[in-house]
């Protein structure tokens, strides 16, 4: 039976990993709907608001179950903030064609990445964020040197080996097609980068926080305590997103705090 079940897991694992959720494609206020063309041929739908204060623009990846509505409450202090929102959806999802893998996720975000870089907006000034699934897709985003920050909000150090652990057969580890090794591409993304995790969370348990620490000398890891995997959708997953941004440097533009206060300034004289 162990055999059956685990041929059986195996060839049905990507319908497993990536539960498409249905619906869509997702229209949300504030926010335009564009389109960006991946090196495979596919065209996607995402979300875009820009920048109002002359803040960095983030792009966030969701996770594997969610969608951009998701993503749009999981961004909303960003946005209320003032920085630029691009919503990564990605092949297969809310009526995007394709079907998703480590790979084609990939894709995707080159694809929007790459759109925005079309749009007048460079890495120095693009701000990475993954949650959960989508923390995968962030590192190697990162890797690839496509961001000046990298936020992982839930994120897994391996997920081949959260797979193995999850069902305590570590060969398991071997037959998971899509591995997202991102502790191993840590080690060589040299951007400062924020690690957000409940100490509760149990699809991504909290020691995944400190694997990938381990891996990067410019890591800081805050723990939410008592919180569990729905984190990145907490206005605390938001408020230290933003205490944390607000002492980051970027090239063309001053942070969200500087502007704010020189508003404020202003507004006294």
Same mark, same amino acid.
């Given at each position: 039976m162990a055999v059956i079940a685990i041929t059986v897991l195996f060839i049905f694992q990507r319908r497993l990993i990536f539960p498409v959720p249905a619906g869509g494609p997702f229209a949300v206020d504030g926010f335009k709907s564009v389109d960006f063309e991946t090196s495979d041929g596919l065209t996607l739908h995402a979300l875009y608001r820009p920048t109002t204060a002359s803040a960095p623009t983030v792009v966030f990846f969701h996770g594997n179950g969610?969608?951009?509505v998701g993503s749009a409450k999981a961004?909303? #202090?960003?946005?209320? #903030?003032? *920085?630029?929102?691009?919503?990564v959806e990605y092949r297969g999802y809310a009526g995007n064609p394709g079907r998703p893998s480590e790979? %084609? +996720? *990939?894709a995707d975000g080159r694809a929007a990445l790459g759109w925005l870089n079309t749009h007048g907006i460079e890495q120095?000034? @693009? +701000?990475? @964020? %993954?949650? !959960?699934l989508g923390s995968g897709t962030a590192v190697q985003m990162a890797l690839e040197h496509r961001? #000046?920050?990298l936020i992982l909000i839930s994120g897994f150090a391996n997920f081949a080996d959260l797979v193995a652990e999850k069902f305590g057969v570590p060969a398991l580890r071997l037959l998971v097609l899509d591995k997202f090794d991102s502790a191993a591409k840590l080690a060589h993304v040299e951007i400062p980068v924020l690690l957000l995790h409940g100490t509760s969370d149990r699809v991504v348990p909290v020691d995944n926080a400190a694997r990938l620490a381990a891996a990067s000398r410019y890591a800081t890891v805050e723990l939410i305590s008592g919180v569990g995997h729905e984190l #990145? *959708?907490?206005p605390i997953a938001g408020r !230290?997103?933003?205490?944390w941004l607000a002492n980051k440097k970027f090239a !063309?533009?001053? !942070?969200v705090a500087s502007t704010d206060h020189a508003a404020q300034a202003n507004s006294g004289k």
């Open positions: 969610d969608n951009l961004t909303a #202090a960003l946005g209320q #903030a003032g *920085y630029g929102l691009l919503l790979q %084609g +996720v *990939y120095r000034d @693009i +701000v990475l @964020i %993954g949650n !959960s961001g #000046a920050l #990145a *959708y907490l !230290s997103t933003l205490a !063309s533009h001053r !942070s």
